[in-house]
């Protein structure tokens, strides 16, 4: 059976270490460092670091999905109203270890890449939500998990919240939908 809850502060370094293994032979990050070694210990640093940077930020909330007592996925949910941490945030906890762990050509490349590319989630207007994070973990995969959790938990989190859509691609409907 499938338990959703949030994810409590003891488990930002093994939630952390979850999404940066679903993450280590993912093209999005391959391209710009293309060292495995490299790459996932970059990731480990990275992921890490936006964990504990976002987890008390107002207006993001992160959920695990937890099968036989083991976190399975973990999400990230960023409401309207939230603030990626400030550049002076990401320095104090820890953005330079980051640069040495990747590169610094390698991941100021990455980074502006992912600016771009994130700049209309930050911009959403209304009441509109958008998922940061979505990893399941590597021994999980193709189960399921993640549909699952978008569906029973994810959205109506969402819809609980007040939200009128997760990300521009999932509109609530107030209405049945007539065929």
Request: net charge negative; proline share 4%; aromatic share 12%.
């Amino acid at each position: 059976m499938t338990v959703y809850k949030k994810m409590a502060r003891e488990e930002l370094n093994e939630c952390s270490l979850l999404a940066a293994e679903a993450f280590y032979d993912y093209e999005y990050f391959s391209i710009y460092i293309p060292n495995d070694q490299r790459r996932k210990r970059f990731l480990d640093t990275l992921l890490q670091l936006e964990f504990h940077a976002n987890y008390d930020k107002p207006g993001t909330v992160f959920l695990t999905a937890r099968e036989d007592d083991h976190i399975a996925a973990v999400a990230q949910l960023c409401a309207p109203d939230f603030k990626k941490p400030s550049d002076a945030e990401y320095i104090r906890r820890g953005w330079v270890h980051v640069l040495l762990t990747g590169g610094l050509r390698q991941v100021n490349a990455w980074h502006t890449m992912e600016m771009q590319a994130s700049a209309p989630c930050h911009e959403l207007d209304g009441k509109n939500w958008y998922l940061s994070l979505l990893t399941v973990a590597k021994a999980e995969e193709g189960k399921g998990i993640g549909g699952r959790f978008l569906n029973d938990c994810l959205i109506p989190y969402v819809r609980n919240a007040g939200g009128e859509a997760l990300n521009p691609f999932y509109q609530f409907r107030t209405q049945p939908q007539i065929l």
